[in-house]
């Protein structure tokens, strides 16, 4: 007996006792429970497959309709190419975002800024440093191991 049905239903709530009509489509289930049939929602782009390029949230319109509305990708923060940790000051967008803002925006004034965060960026020249220093110390050792060798 499940099926789709037709229904006039008589309002009886009315207190001055005109009848009012309500009717539509739906859907009959098999205990005899009737309820409304779920409102179709059509695409609004050609593409119907369920992708991360073409997701969709249904949205229900002030007049009532409801109505598909396509999501965009969410945007990822630039990440630091040492730890891979996001960079702080760089707004997250969508890659041809980047193009729209300036220069000043997509950067951090400092050496390295915009590619790597402070603490990679701090870390890389305390070890040029100390790679100097050893080659100096290095320097040091060999010529007061050539000046002792010369006085034996």
Sequence with gaps: MAGIVEVVVVDWTSGNGA???????FDLFADGFLSPMAQRVTLRKRTPYNTTSNRRRVVK???GKLVY??????????????CGIGLPGIPALRPRQYATISKTQKTVRRAYGGSRCGDCVKSRILRAFLVEEAKIVKKVIKSQ??????RK
Excluded: I
Excluded at 19 to 25: H, I
């Design 61 to 63: 319109t002030p007049g």
């Design 69 to 82: 509305h396509h999501l965009k990708k969410p945007a990822s923060a630039p990440k630091c190419g040492d």
């Design 19 to 25: 009848e009012g009509y309500a009717g539509g489509v």
């Design 145 to 150: 191991n050539a000046a002792a060798a010369a």
